[in-house]
T-cell receptor, first 115, second 112 residues
Framework: EAEVAQSPRYKITEKSQAVAFWCDPISGHATLYWYRQILGQGPELLVQFQDESVVDDSQLPKDRFSAERLKGVDSTLKIQPAELGDSAMYLC?????????????FGQGTRLTVV | DQQVKQNSPSLSVQEGRISILNCDYTNSMFDYFLWYKKYPAEGPTFLISISSIKDKNEDGRFTVFLNKSAKHLSLHIVPSQPGDSAVYFCAATVYNNNDMRFGAGTRLTVKP
């Protein structure tokens, strides 16, 4: 069964260090999302790609976060420098969009702990 | 700016009974709604959705009801099973945008 792959599963980093997460969406899925989920809250959209283009990054803290999807397939989310408040689950999701809405499929996430 | 709200952080029901999870939204532009289920250490998985042109959608034990005038939707699980114990997220989006906004989730516990 096709699934969204994310790595690493867990990451512990010191504050002020750089950290990167990788996501490989389901083959053929044009839309890719990065969400951040803080414990006890729902996923918060950070950035949405349609193929290689950013559709929505209004919630992305651009002073420290960056995201790219160069070839319109896999994607990388980077944080530099990491802060204590960045500790959260980072979820990648993808959907096959032919127009309108289709449900998104999520990866297992990367649990980030900043110490 | 919490556009999607799930005001009950937790719900506990007995096996075989009905579970009702509620969700409210504030953005009148939302016209498509989804429910996701999340087990610990896993990503959310899609459960059921409903378009604003409908007021009910049913899939097996799961039914979602939409009340557009009240900006309210609910997920009914009948009968509830212990394997349904998970966190349930409500999500809303604009049909041509595909930009999903999530509620904070409700933790459902189904007791045997």
């Amino acid at each position: 069964e096709a699934e969204v792959a994310q790595s690493p599963r867990y990451k512990i980093t010191e504050k002020s260090q750089a950290v990167a997460f990788w996501c490989d969406p389901i083959s053929g899925h044009a839309t890719l999302y990065w969400y951040r989920q803080i414990l006890g809250q729902g996923p918060e959209l950070l950035v949405q790609f349609q193929d290689e283009s950013v559709v929505d990054d209004s919630q992305l803290p651009k002073d420290r976060f960056s995201a790219e999807r160069l070839k319109g397939v896999d994607s990388t989310l980077k944080i530099q420098p990491a802060e204590l408040g960045d500790s959260a689950m980072y979820l990648c999701a993808s959907s096959f969009r032919t127009g309108g809405v289709t449900e998104a499929f999520f990866g297992q996430g990367t649990r980030l702990t900043v110490v | 700016d919490q556009q999607v709200k799930q005001n009950s952080p937790s719900l506990s029901v007995q096996e075989g009974r009905i579970s009702i999870l509620n969700c409210d939204y504030t953005n009148s532009m939302f016209d498509y709604f989804l429910w996701y289920k999340k087990y610990p250490a896993e990503g959310p998985t899609f459960l059921i959705s409903i378009s604003s042109i409908k007021d009910k959608n049913e899939d097996g034990r799961f039914t979602v009801f939409l009340n557009k005038s009240a900006k309210h939707l609910s997920l009914h699980i009948v009968p509830s099973q212990p394997g349904d114990s998970a966190v349930y997220f409500c999500a809303a989006t604009v049909y041509n945008n595909n930009d999903m906004r999530f509620g904070a989730g409700t933790r459902l516990t189904v007791k045997p």
